[in-house]
């Protein structure tokens, strides 16, 4: 799963990947920090990580959040990302930005 980042908006490409979350984000070199400050859905953590809440990621999925085993899928990853430390206190999954 992996949260797209752009000026315009956040997208969510192949979400039915749940083995491998991150955060791509798109912009000119340089403009990563004002491309996050568009969006007020995302919380930036350390300069190598950004935050996003839960309902964010099931919003983005569409359709496929009504699905049981999409959502099957997406708490099995929330679990695994909270037993490593990236679930934060608020419900936001901590994603590594490449």
Do not use: C
Request: proline share 4%.
């Amino acid at each position: 799963m992996i949260l797209h980042v752009t000026a315009q908006g956040l997208t969510l490409k192949d979400p039915g990947n749940f083995n491998a979350y991150k955060v791509q984000i798109d912009g000119p070199e340089g403009s990563k920090e004002e491309v996050i400050g568009l969006h007020p859905q995302l919380r930036r953590i350390d300069p190598g990580h950004v935050a996003v809440a839960r309902e964010t990621l099931e919003r983005l999925a569409g359709g496929l959040a009504s699905d049981r085993e999409w959502v099957s899928g997406f708490a099995g990853m929330v679990a695994y990302a909270r037993s490593r430390g990236w679930v934060t206190e608020a419900e936001e999954i901590v994603g590594h930005i490449e």
